[in-house]
């Protein structure tokens, strides 16, 4: 059930030092290619990282110990000349690819994987070690392996009561 498949992904930050096989790699990114996107314009390019010297180099934007260590790391990238804007202007490029990393992430559960969602680095360091084009930037890093141990960290989650208004907004206060 997919509640089962949701409740179980949580931010993996212990890596085994197993590779990850490149079919499950495959599968993990066809799920994220078939995500919705705004008009259907799926604005987003990923990029696999397994070789270890540029995964050294893509590191240094998010100095972290933790994911120095992952075997892969996917490289969630927008592109702004394709994504679709709205009247306002709004571009909707972060959220088709949020939609994207976050089918991503639910798929590498489904095949025994682990993910962390990184958006804290230096995107320009990115941008210009993987030599992107202009209009493609970098939103996420996902370091994706298999797990070190069996420890799952206990998820806080708000009660749905808190998140969930019916007909119109309750306030909380």
Same mark, same amino acid.
């Given at each position: 059930?997919? %509640?089962? %498949?949701?409740?179980?992904?949580?931010?993996?930050?212990?890596?085994?030092?197993?590779?990850?096989?490149?079919?499950?790699?495959?599968?993990?990114?066809?799920?994220?290619?078939?995500?919705?996107?705004?008009?259907? #314009?799926?604005?987003?390019?990923?990029?696999? %990282?397994?070789?270890?010297? !540029? =995964?050294?180099?893509?590191?240094?934007? #998010?100095?972290?110990?933790?994911?120095?260590?992952?075997?892969?790391?996917?490289?969630?990238?927008?592109?702004?000349?394709?994504?679709?804007?709205?009247?306002?202007?709004?571009?909707?490029?972060?959220?088709?690819?949020?939609?994207?990393?976050?089918?991503?992430?639910?798929?590498?559960?489904?095949?025994?994987?682990?993910?962390?969602?990184?958006?804290?680095?230096?995107?320009?360091?990115?941008?210009? !070690?993987? +030599?992107?084009?202009?209009?493609?930037?970098?939103?996420?890093?996902?370091?994706?392996? #298999?797990?070190?141990?069996? !420890?799952?960290?206990? =998820? =806080?989650?708000?009660? %749905?009561?808190?998140?969930?208004?019916?007909?119109? #907004? +309750?306030?909380?206060?």
């Amino acid at each position: 059930m997919f %509640l089962d %498949l949701a409740a179980k992904r949580f931010s993996l930050r212990r890596f085994s030092d197993r590779p990850v096989e490149k079919e499950k790699i495959l599968r993990i990114v066809e799920v994220a290619r078939l995500a919705p996107s705004a008009v259907n #314009y799926q604005p987003w390019h990923f990029i696999v %990282l397994t070789d270890d010297e !540029i =995964k050294a180099r893509i590191a240094e934007s #998010y100095p972290r110990d933790w994911f120095s260590k992952a075997p892969a790391v996917i490289v969630a990238c927008g592109d702004h000349n394709t994504s679709w804007k709205r009247r306002d202007g709004k571009d909707h490029c972060d959220l088709d690819v949020a939609i994207a990393v976050d089918h991503l992430t639910l798929a590498a559960v489904g095949e025994g994987l682990g993910t962390c969602w990184v958006c804290a680095f230096d995107a320009k360091h990115v941008h210009r !070690i993987l +030599n992107l084009p202009v209009h493609l930037e970098p939103v996420a890093l996902v370091p994706l392996g #298999y797990a070190q141990d069996d !420890i799952v960290p206990v =998820k =806080k989650r708000k009660d %749905l009561d808190e998140l969930v208004s019916w007909n119109h #907004y +309750n306030s909380r206060e």
